[in-house]
């Protein structure tokens, strides 16, 4: 089956570090990643889109990286905060083509202070 | 402005019963989708409409759960002779366009609780 799969255990980290969140994928090869972040009690909210010809992308303290060969994306906040505390999400598009998407379990992340 | 909204946020039923989850999306976005997340596990695809035709249904785990979008705007999900396994938040999602690669905007969920 086609599956995208995150590391379910949670991730803990010190305030001002680096946290990588990593998201595989086997028998597939998805054309767009996309990350979400989750707060509890409320819906995911879309952080960025990654195409598979592009190797990198940024959006403020946010990298996401996508490698083909490895079938692998890494989600990457620098400076890390308290605040960015919360689940991260991957999801491709199903193939369909009806823009339904298909979400990794997700990965928790918690900043120390 | 305004973003999804979804009513009500938590709904306690026995099993058996029948329940309704409503949906407000986006005013303007053609697209809506539905989702289930269990706990500690991503999002499900349910449906997705495009206007008020129901453009993939794929989702749907059986014939006990359906789902309409009369105008084009507010879609409500239905789910009939509900089971316990039937427990899940149900996210709805909506889009400008769709289908393809539209942002998709994620209402609060309602958590559904089958006794």
């Known amino acids: 089956s086609q599956k995208i799969e995150q590391n379910s255990e949670a991730l803990n980290i010190q305030e001002g570090k680096t946290a990588t969140l990593t998201c595989n994928y086997t028998n597939y090869s998805p054309a767009y990643l996309q990350w979400y972040r989750q707060d509890p009690g409320r819906g995911p909210v879309f952080l960025l889109l990654i195409r598979e010809n592009e190797k990198e992308k940024r959006k403020e303290r946010l990298k996401v990286t996508f490698d083909t060969t490895l079938k692998q994306s890494l989600f990457h906040i620098t400076a890390s905060q308290p605040a960015d505390s919360a689940t991260y999400l991957c999801a491709r598009f199903g193939s369909s083509n009806t823009g339904k998407l298909i979400f990794g379990q997700g990965t928790t992340l918690q900043v120390k202070p | 402005g305004a973003g999804v909204s979804q009513t009500p946020s938590n709904k306690v039923t026995e099993k058996g019963k029948y329940v309704e989850l409503r949906c407000d999306p986006i005013?303007?976005?053609?697209?809506l989708y539905w989702y289930r997340q269990s706990l500690g596990q991503g999002p499900e695809f349910l449906i997705y409409?495009?206007?008020?035709?129901?453009?993939?249904d794929s989702g749907l785990p059986n014939d006990r759960f359906f789902a309409v979008r009369p105008e084009g705007s507010v879609s409500t999900l239905k789910i009939q002779r509900t089971e316990r396994g039937d427990s899940a938040v149900y996210l709805c999602?909506?889009?400008?366009?769709?289908?393809?690669?539209?942002?998709?905007?994620f209402g609060p969920g309602t958590r559904l609780t089958v006794l």
């Open positions: 005013s303007g976005h053609t697209a």
């Open positions: 409409f495009q206007g008020t035709g129901a453009a993939d």
């Open positions: 999602a909506s889009s400008f366009e769709g289908p393809g690669f539209d942002t998709q905007y």
